[in-house]
């Protein structure tokens, strides 16, 4: 087993680094509106999960691939990939903003107790998943092949797959510009000032209503970005994805340390690679259970997170 | 004067790199009524929040009738016999005034939570006591005809007196009163002298933060003075008003009203 | 605004000793009779009107009575609630079917097993955040489901088959199909464990955990132990769930992980916030309604999960306190002296 394990080693390597990359984005999802507004938003799961559809419905209804046509190849490929990626970024962030006018807004502005958003994203997050099960009659969907996953060659003795290859790169650069969104343009900077105080920004007249839109936008759309990955990565999707990726992607901010931007990277990264090599040994029907260890373990020891700098105690 | 009551040595609290607190010590006497007060900012609440163990000072210790309060649990601190109010209110709205000063008095009670399910004598006899108790305070503080009304619909000025009543509840020795008379008149101002020095005179010790000076002034044995986290000044009433350095933190800050 | 709850609690207020005891026996033979009024305008054309009482209505209404004590009493947010729901009918079905225990045995059994999990789960988890606290509970509901499912020495996936009914009491049998005697029975537990809550709601407990859901800081500095009361809350919402569970067991005699997926824990919280998070009435009147609709009605019933999924987030944006909310009503003022 273990010898067999440092076999394969690299390629497992390579395997865990794209499906962290695929929980680094949806972390941030988590971690940009937790920065914001200090809540849990349950619902991005399914943010998630309609990412991931569209990329389907681009492959299928708007291409018109079925499990019987040819992959596509060269720059056909990359347009359709490329307008995949765009869609199901757009699906995530619209549906992202319209989450956050329907279940939060009223409920923020009404200063409500710390249960009320809880529960409203909970719900919200039922909503959008039993819809989509009723609509794809509670079964898998699967995407029709428009790459083939051929080999790039090896690289330190790992298997460089297309798909991870392309998930790796991709998702660097997506974090690459996110990172300078956040450094650099106005909006990004807004939401950082109300990430490290909220009513100092709100003096120095930044509209709390369109930072939050704002954040929930960019974090949706990292989120549906994500989507996309899954799909490449695993050909398939249904309607109750959203709560396994959901929670590890949590799982994955948390260990960064929760409203913090890198730790989603550094924490994704090492969830994935985690997991992967986890699910080697154990087989991959304990997965949820080794990430949910990972989490409560991380909470109870070191709940800033194990790469996240210290947030400041709570005011009494 | 008697003995010593609370006593902070040398305590240094620090968030990240704002130093709230700088290397202050003062210590309290019993039946003692010690103000402090500082320009907004200058670390008083801080000094509420490291002796109620809300933080855990940096360095320094911080003892109470001799004992050190360091690592000690929030509510074992408040049962050994010290209870606070907040700057900011922080009753619990959805009970009644009567009822916020009862769980304060459940500090001391026996009976726990199986007793109370069987409805076991101990149970019942102290439950009588501590309504009767609860309402004692209310009356003493002055607010006896609101017991029945929810928290979170009194008048401002009385919300402020039953923070008073529930602190008192848990039966402390040391009282620490944060800004209680924040946004009084000065009619209820000088009320609110009255019922502090009542309380001292029930046998408490009260160590009290106000920015209204002729309050501090006349209620106080004591003042302490601190500015940007350090104690500038620990002194009778009269003379800390002609200290130069106190004059010079007041001049530089001016005097806010809330 | 005209509210159901305070004009309730104004005639129970006003009546006498005799008066209280003819309202609440009163409310019980109504209860009790429930099993009786199959053939009326409660008909249920989906399932069998007298099962639908014993589940889901009964144990909806005892889970959500256990989900309350730690929801609305304490503030604490658990969503992994149906683990004690499987742990109690996991031992139920165990025990029934590997060892000659009954099920009146075994319930003491079941109960102590949840409230043994709650406690474990319950020391770290209560330490944070109540936000993580959501999250920990849902990973914790799951990881049981999962259990469950991967170990073959309690059924795996087929689950436990053949769980014994309880054994004959007064001559009474406890036959699959006598709906009528499990209702019964589940009454008494649900009465129970009603005057279990409400005696400690009014003593000690009940103002600490009050104080804990308002501001569990301030309860803290005023000398609350707050972490031991958020342990005992969720070790006696633990209780009631596990109760639940070998209830559950000992009535379908039949059980497997599908039983209890995430969306248990979702209905039971329908419940709670529907009728009204901290008042037993409004959590039994939310317990009733959305156990009894789906079967009732048919829409509800294919779209069942979609429609609580909607009942969370309207009750939260429009009426967060729910149908029977709790007690917000003052006595009036003495008319004498007033600042
Ligand atoms: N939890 C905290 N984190 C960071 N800084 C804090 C914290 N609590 C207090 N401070 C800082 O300590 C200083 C003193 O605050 P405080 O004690 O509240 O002043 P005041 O004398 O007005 O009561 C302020 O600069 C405040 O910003
Ligand atoms: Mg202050």
Redesign the interface.
Same mark, same amino acid.
């Given at each position: 087993m273990l010898n067999n394990f440092l076999d394969q080693f690299a390629t497992l390597t390579v395997g865990g680094l794209s499906l962290g990359f695929i929980y680094v984005l949806i972390a941030l999802g988590y971690t940009m509106v937790y920065g914001v507004l200090r809540m849990i938003n349950f619902a991005n799961s399914e943010v998630f999960m309609y990412g991931t559809f569209a990329t389907i419905i681009v492959i299928r209804d708007l291409f018109g691939f079925t499990q019987q046509s040819e992959p596509a190849t060269g720059f056909r490929l990359f347009y359709i990939l490329f307008l995949c990626l765009v869609a199901s970024m757009l699906m995530s962030g619209i549906l992202s903003i319209l989450l956050e006018l329907v279940a939060y807004r009223r409920l923020r502005n009404r200063g409500s107790n710390k249960l009320a958003p809880l529960i409203s994203a909970i719900g919200m997050s039922i909503v959008l998943a039993e819809f989509m099960r009723i609509l794809t009659d509670s079964r898998y969907v699967g995407s029709p092949r428009v790459m083939e996953k051929k080999s790039l060659g090896t690289f330190f003795g790992a298997e460089l797959r297309l798909d991870n290859t392309i998930i790796i790169v991709a998702g660097l650069l997506l974090f690459i510009s996110l990172s300078q969104f956040v450094q650099r343009t106005r909006l990004g900077k807004a939401i950082r000032a109300v990430s490290m105080n909220e009513d100092a920004a709100k003096l120095m007249g930044v509209n709390l209503n369109f930072v939050v839109s704002g954040t929930f936008l960019v974090g949706g759309l990292m989120t549906g970005a994500a989507g996309f990955f899954y799909v490449l990565k695993y050909e398939n999707t249904s309607f109750n994805i959203g709560f396994e990726l959901g929670i590890a992607a949590f799982t994955a901010a948390i260990l960064g340390g929760i409203g913090n931007i890198k730790g989603a990277f550094y924490g994704g990264i090492v969830l994935g690679l985690l997991e992967t090599y986890a699910s080697f040994f154990l087989g991959t029907q304990w997965k949820a259970v080794t990430v949910f260890i990972v989490l409560v373990v991380v909470l109870y020891f070191r709940p800033n997170g194990v790469f996240g700098e210290a947030i400041t105690q709570t005011r009494a | 004067m008697s003995e010593t009551i609370l006593k902070l040595q040398n305590v240094t609290m620090k968030?990240?790199g704002v130093v709230a607190l700088n290397d202050v010590s003062f210590e309290i006497k019993k039946q003692e009524i010690l103000g402090l007060i500082g320009p907004n900012g200058a670390g008083k609440t801080t000094v509420f929040?490291v002796i =109620?163990g809300?933080?855990q000072v940096t360095e320094g210790d911080i003892t109470f009738e001799g004992k050190s309060v360091k690592g000690k649990? &929030?509510?074992k601190i408040?049962?050994g016999g010290i209870?606070?109010t907040?700057q900011n209110i &922080?009753?619990?709205?959805?009970? =009644?005034a009567l009822?916020n000063v009862? =769980?304060?008095t459940? =500090?001391h009670?026996k009976?726990?939570?199986l007793s109370?399910?069987?409805?076991m004598p101990v149970?019942r006899r102290e439950?009588r006591r501590d309504k009767a108790r609860a309402q004692e305070l209310l009356d003493f503080i002055g607010i006896g005809?609101y017991a029945? &009304?929810?928290a979170k619909?009194l008048p401002y000025g009385v919300q402020r007196r039953l923070e008073i009543a &529930?602190?008192l509840?848990?039966e402390p020795k040391l009282l620490l009163l944060d800004e209680p008379a924040a946004g009084f008149n000065p009619a209820e101002k000088v009320e609110l002298a009255q019922t502090i020095r009542k309380i001292r005179d029930a046998g408490y010790t009260v160590l009290l933060i106000e920015h209204d000076m002729s309050l501090v002034m006349g209620v106080s044995d004591r003042v302490v003075v601190v500015d940007f986290g350090q104690k500038i000044a620990d002194d009778l009433p009269t003379k800390v008003q002609n200290d130069k350095r106190v004059i010079e933190a007041y001049l530089g800050v001016p005097e806010d009203a809330s | 605004m005209f509210n159901l709850r305070d004009w309730g609690a104004g005639i129970w207020e006003r009546s006498g000793r005799p008066v209280r005891v003819l309202i609440a026996l009163g409310a019980i033979a109504i209860a009790a009779s429930l099993p009786l009024l199959g053939g009326t305008f409660l008909k249920t054309p989906i399932a069998d009107y007298g099962s639908v009482l014993v589940f889901p209505v009964a144990i909806f209404v005892i889970m959500a009575l256990g989900l309350n004590i730690v929801i609305g009493k304490s503030g604490l947010l658990d969503l992994g609630y149906v683990a004690f729901f499987a742990i109690g009918a996991y031992t139920m079905g165990i025990l029934g079917t590997k060892t000659g225990l009954n099920s009146w045995e075994i319930l003491p059994i079941g109960i102590a097993m949840a409230m043994f999990a709650g406690l474990i789960l319950g020391v770290p988890a209560l330490r944070l955040r109540g936000d993580y606290l959501a999250i920990i509970t849902l990973g914790f509901g799951e990881i049981v489901r999962i259990t469950a499912l991967n170990l073959n020495s309690i059924g795996g996936a087929n689950g436990i088959v053949g769980i014994p009914t309880p054994p004959t009491i007064f001559g009474l049998e406890y036959t699959f199909d006598n709906h009528r005697l499990y209702f019964w029975t589940f009454l008494i537990i649900i009465l129970l464990t009603i005057w279990m809550i409400r005696r400690l709601s009014v003593r000690r407990a009940g103002r600490a955990w009050e104080s804990i859901r308002q501001d569990e800081d301030a309860a803290e500095l005023m000398g609350v132990p707050t972490f031991k009361y958020k342990i005992w809350a969720f070790v006696l919402g633990a209780s009631v769930g596990g109760a639940a569970g070998v209830l559950y067991a000992s009535k379908t005699l039949f059980i497997s992980p599908d039983n209890f997926t995430l969306q248990v824990s979702i209905l039971i919280l329908a419940c709670v916030v529907f009728g009204g998070m901290g008042n037993i009435w409004g959590v039994i009147l939310g317990a009733v309604i959305l156990g009894y609709l789906p079967d009732r009605i048919r829409f509800i019933s294919d779209a069942r999960l979609l429609v609580f999924g909607a009942v969370l987030v309207l009750m939260m944006n429009l009426r967060p306190d729910g149908l029977l909310p709790r007690k917000k009503r003052e006595k009036a003022l003495p008319e004498k002296g007033q600042s």
């Open positions: - | 968030f990240g929040n =109620t809300v933080y649990k &929030r509510y408040t049962r209870a606070r907040f &922080r009753l619990w709205g959805d009970m =009644t009822e009862i =769980t304060a459940d =500090t009670k009976s726990g939570l109370g399910l069987f409805g149970s439950e005809e029945d &009304r929810l619909n &529930r602190a509840g848990t | -």
